[in-house]
């Protein structure tokens, strides 16, 4: 760092100021998952991502899944991971570990490190509150939900307090039973619900490219439209398609600005959010502003 | 029910005039630990209690352990137990188990019944904003802490909301490494820095008892004086030495009353606080007001 | 009461629990008078019901005639009294009786009696702010007003500041004449503007009965629709017609649910509001909720 | 006033500035009994100034009697009227009359005069809110209340919402029981109680006569050691004597000024409060700021 | 003085009552200029009468120009004045000028004024928070700004907090360069965004006069259809043509009334606003109420 | 600025977060003055910085001078500029254009300059609300003031609805007349009475030098002990003393830390505040907490 002068740093903090103000007093959603979450020194150059952007105004809300960290518990307790068509099988001895595992481990670990940043987190997770309720979403996957309503008033009033909201994708039905549900789609909702003005998808891709293999085709803006012609021309294609649909479906619940970065990148939201460049993809509903 | 005619629920419902009144804005601490957290009907019939308490205007907290719940997963992922003075030994390894299972199934799993209930219910723990700083107790025990310092901020802002903060007693360093605490000293503490109205102690004794083996030789009121009397004379003897000591500490702390029911008693929370009969042992700094 | 357990009474109030949810921080008119306003020990019933409902979170309003207490008064006074169809004919003379009984001995007495039970009550009437606008409803019967105009403002004001409101039913014209006005219909258009959740008509009947002589073919609810056919048949008739208007124009005003019960009933409020009994008649505009 | 140019007008309201200043905000309690109160002009004029003080932002509270009221109910339902030591005995039905007249037609007729010249005027008594506790003062008075405790709340909180409070000085025991009260006790009481700004008592007196047959001889100014030495002279004397101490009593309940001033001139409030002249006597501690 | 009496000043003071009523709690915008502003014991008049009436609730805007002073300064740094259609040409220099002695010494000197007498002002101009956004209006006149849009939070603000703001006419593009503006189009348009109640606008004339040698011929009313009427009979005419103008504007910008009155008259603004009599013409959108 | 990576523009924007944590809805007083602010590019970077602290939450106050300015529009009218022991002698004249150029031109100016960069400021002098009240400090001097007493509510008040506070040092005496005020002295009362979190003092010089011609020997850090024996030493001499005497004055009034920085660095603010170098000498009542 010491090729840095104080002059470019203070430049470099200059830069940031129309972003700041962009975002200041704003909600950003950030879901995070994929290997970030795994690598603990990218785990806290993600949180600490998340508490600078706390402490310049921005309301941050952090909705995570956890797939490593229930598999290997499952494992140690011996119980066989099954999936049909990629989502996992959930029977009510699944479901008890998941709860476990989400809310009580890879939840409040975040929390923590957050907290030993400098930070004010509160771990929740759909069963508070009742914030997250679903269905049934198919017999044959057990208690595996599909979210029928969402009520993010405890979310809005711990951001209104100043808290840092880390949310552990789990549902309830009206008994109070605990359902499995998928992340992306959870982070979605819950940043449309709380009219959030961008969201930021931490995944392990760049973005959408044109060609797969060629990381400087990286597309850096698309309409839904677009997004929509790319899937029909076969550009959007494999395990890319979920991870675009999650954006498309956060822009269709209203949120202004949805970005697909690589969690790989170490400070990818800092970069996306408060820098000129730009990382990844960016979806919005039509064009009407710069990033 | 049939027995009961109009008019005496009409009376009964007048009698519970002055309790609520008295309560009526005040924050009062439930501890909930024991055989009343296994079985399923008794855990119903306390979060109803709490869910009415809440209802008619009382604030209250929920601070639970769940010893049994965390042997049952060492038991599973073939950890064994080690105690040393009655403190579990708790290595990393063991923690992590104690923190999913206490945060993770315990505590929602209270949160999500008393959601079911119609309360509006939020699950916290130690970690969340660092509530719980805690110190190690010793070096033997591994992450067994001793608490060092307690901010309740979060619990009364979430009070303040109208939600009912569920607690799980989970401690926090402050490098974020989380410890396992001693739940009865925990509630004590968090009831004391809430300046509580009064606490109740869920447990499986009736109260004091003068002769252990007579349950008509119930003490039913005791100052900190009489206690430490009682003490002396050796009628405060083995197992009923630690949940005596929490109460005390909780007067200690500020604490105004502070009750040991048995929780095998249904229902015994809204018998204490709201019919003139009540049920253990009250204690109290020193005679100032009725029960 | 020694034959009710502790168990029972935990039950009983547990049993209140989703009434007290339907009607908390909702506003109840309570329309009271008649003999149970005579009765001493009624009287102190049901001002014990308001203050526990006021207690619990619910925001009464209680309006209050007083023909018995006028009659006493204008009697030893030497003023006959006349009255055109059941209207008290009110010359100025009259009314100046009229005002000081009705706001100065019986609305006080209320106020006084629900003070002495731990409830923070406040008088007013038709007079403190204009509350009450009227015009002259015929030339024949003086100082006998008919509702042009309605501020609530001040009983909310009151309502906010955590107290109750007792209303004695007098209104004014533009130069500040007092006026003698209809209870009912008084009780009927302050609920209605006051978007009250309900109101309880105290009377001298059970309710609406089939046969006016068989208390067992009590009508346990209506609609206006079924009201309306009931008067067709002559079911309702007599006296029992006004009794019912008064309900029937506090829905129409937008009350949602009225409660015709009867006033010798010691609790009949409790009862019929927090448990699952009922009592008398409810009046809906159409089914949509349960009692 | 055709004698009055425009320009004299637009200097009366300046002149007015210093005093509206010093007074905006401020409560202002004002004693209103005697001949003022019969006169039905002279009522006119005080209740409109009272409109135009609250107007002009000063919070103004009026306390008042109405012994002749009460003579002239008292006569016609042909109760004698006792006094000891100018006390009137006050046996139960005797208290009947007096809190009708006094709550129930002296105070709701000038809410409602206030109100028709467009003030929000609210009618209080020392039952509402149990706002004036009282002890009996003699067994031989019957219910004559000495004030043990005053709870302004309810003044405070109906003055914060803009509204004039009028005060009918009844008192009540903790059973509910009514008392008659001296006003010009209360007044002073509630004066100070409300760390009222200053008081005016409006009486039939010019103030304090040096010579009680020289209007010229008025006092304009008294420190209460002053009045001491006054008393002492044997100027102050006679029916002088309680309408002093009532003065003196507010200025030691902590009101910072006390007016005597003659009920019989029109608009003497206004004339005491909003012009340089003044015209009765200013009591205050000790000398320290100007009229 | 000497020849008022006292009941005359309470008589003046309680005839103020109805118009403070009015105005209480309203938004009243004064447009200051012309001869008022030199005379500096016309200037105090005018100064006193806006503290009295912030003094009794009325919100009141103070906005000036400033022409005369302006000139002074300019002859003495040497700067000729050139005008085209009675608009100053305005370069860089002139407008460096302009600002200094608009926002600098005319501001800021009425700010202290009104400060010596009580009040409590705040100076701003249209450069702060950008408040007057404004486009040139041609090349030929160089920093002469037409609005182009307002923000008058800033006002609102400091309205809200208690202060009085005192406003000089100097508008700014978004690059920040200021602008000459016309001082009676931005009281129209700021009186229009405030929503006023009602404006007065200080000229130099009685008002309309049917024939402008006849001070007895003025017209005390006028719709904006009988203004349009008396603009095309030629009453209308001349110099009265853009004092006119300025009140129809704001009139169409929503403002209730606007009156023109001279300001060589003292306390024209107290006359006009809080006595019988007014002074001048007064404008409505049609008429719908009384003066 | 190319060869800065997005990771180094990561890590600066997380360096800086412990420094916006720090400061963080505190106030930071900004003392602007000489040459830096007649440079217009440096004079856009201040402004930058400050827009920049006020969007990451902190509170901005501004306090200018503006020596030169005022120099160029007296030269400019031809009044000569005489000092006494290096305080600008003061006559009427004078101090009229001395008003105009700092609240009129300067404060505007820069008032102007942040809102083109996006920021809320708001352009005050000590006649706002007599903000700045003053004594004549001598007869020779004129119209120089000493600060007798400073009431900061209306800085507060615009600090709390958001804005940027811009002030120009110019004093009232009782009567309204302005003095001429030392910026130095001004800046440090104000940070004081608003109990600011720091001072910052834009000089032109390093900081205090042990050897003044020696870049490299600044003292970065000072304890007000320490100042005191620097100033025996004859370190601190000459043009230094005034500039180091604010900052002792700042920190005796209650700011926690004063700064010196040069002002001719470009962003010297953001380097002082934001990074972890620093740049000019700290000044502290005793060590107890780092930069």
Chains 1, 2, 3, 4, 5, 6 share one sequence.
Do not use: W
């Not at 698309?222 to 675009?244: F, H, N, S, Y």
């Amino acid at each position: 760092m010491q090729s840095v002068t104080n002059a470019q740093k203070a430049q470099i903090l200059m830069n940031a100021l129309p972003y700041i103000k962009k975002y200041s007093g704003k909600i950003v959603v950030v879901k995070y998952g994929g290997n970030a979450m795994v690598n603990e020194s990218l785990k806290r150059a993600v949180m600490g991502d998340i508490v600078l952007l706390n402490l310049i105004g921005i309301k941050v809300v952090l909705v995570h899944g956890g797939g490593p960290h229930i598999k290997e518990v499952l494992d140690r307790v011996g119980i066989e991971s099954k999936f049909i068509d990629g989502l996992r099988v959930t029977d009510a001895e699944t479901m008890k570990i998941v709860q476990m595992v989400l809310a009580g481990q890879v939840n409040k670990d975040l929390v923590s490190l957050i907290g030993s940043m400098g930070g004010n987190a509160i771990g929740l997770c759909g069963l508070d509150d009742r914030m997250i309720r679903v269905r049934k979403q198919s017999d044959d996957l057990g208690f595996v939900g599909k979210i029928t309503s969402l009520d993010v008033e405890i979310i809005q009033d711990n951001l209104d307090k100043g808290y840092i909201p880390v949310i552990a994708t789990i549902g309830t039905d009206k008994n109070g039973q605990a359902y499995n549900i998928n992340a992306d789609t959870a982070a979605a909702e819950i940043a449309g619900a709380l009219n959030a003005e961008c969201m930021v998808s931490m995944t392990n891709i760049d973005g959408v490219l044109r060609d797969k293999d060629d990381p400087s085709s990286l597309i850096t803006d698309l309409t839904l439209a677009q997004a929509d012609e790319l899937k029909k021309e076969g550009v959007i294609a494999g395990g890319m398609i979920p991870k675009v649909q999650c954006c498309i479906d956060a822009i269709q619940a209203g949120v202004k600005k949805v970005f697909i970065v690589n969690g790989m990148v170490p400070h990818a939201i800092l970069i996306e959010l408060l820098t000129e460049e730009g990382l990844g993809t960016m979806f919005v509903n039509k064009y009407s502003e710069g990033r």
